[in-house]
Nanobody
Framework: QVQLVESGGELVQPGGSLRLSCVASGRTFNTPHRAWFRQAPGKEREFVAAINSGGLRTVYTESVKGRFAISRDRAQNTVYLQMNSLKPEDTAVYYC????????????????WGQGTQVTVSS
């Protein structure tokens, strides 16, 4: 089992920045790949970014390229999502996910999920 706990979500003005954190515990060596997804009210969960086990490969959804950055600290079992130039359409619950096999953009490929952290972008 792997437990994932997200933090860092809050209310921020448009153009502002936030850094989300996801701390993993348990049998983390079995699920080396990490990702962030988000779900806005009334919408399906969507892929945001993923990072591979070594931290050298990343992938992003088009709408966040150049604004968001995913990174990881393997010693701390923590994955981060730095979010800059935030827009109201970034408002959502952000979820951390862990995968055994790949840094996929498909939610079904992930084995463990956190409870989520709310990000609200509003003036």
């Amino acid at each position: 089992q792997v437990q994932l706990v997200e933090s860092g979500g809050e209310l921020v003005q448009p153009g502002g920045s936030l850094r989300l954190s996801c701390v993993a515990s348990g049998r983390t060596f079995n699920t080396p790949h990490r990702a962030w997804f988000r779900q806005a009210p009334g919408k399906e969960r969507e892929f945001v970014a993923a990072i591979n086990s070594g931290g050298l490969r990343t992938v992003y959804t088009e709408s966040v390229k150049g604004r968001f950055a995913i990174s990881r600290d393997r010693a701390q079992n923590t994955v981060y999502l730095q979010m800059n130039s935030l827009k109201p359409e970034d408002t959502a619950v952000y979820y951390c996910a862990a995968s055994r096999n790949s840094m996929s953009s498909y939610a079904d490929d992930y084995d463990y999920w956190g409870q989520g952290t709310q990000v609200t972008v509003s003036s």
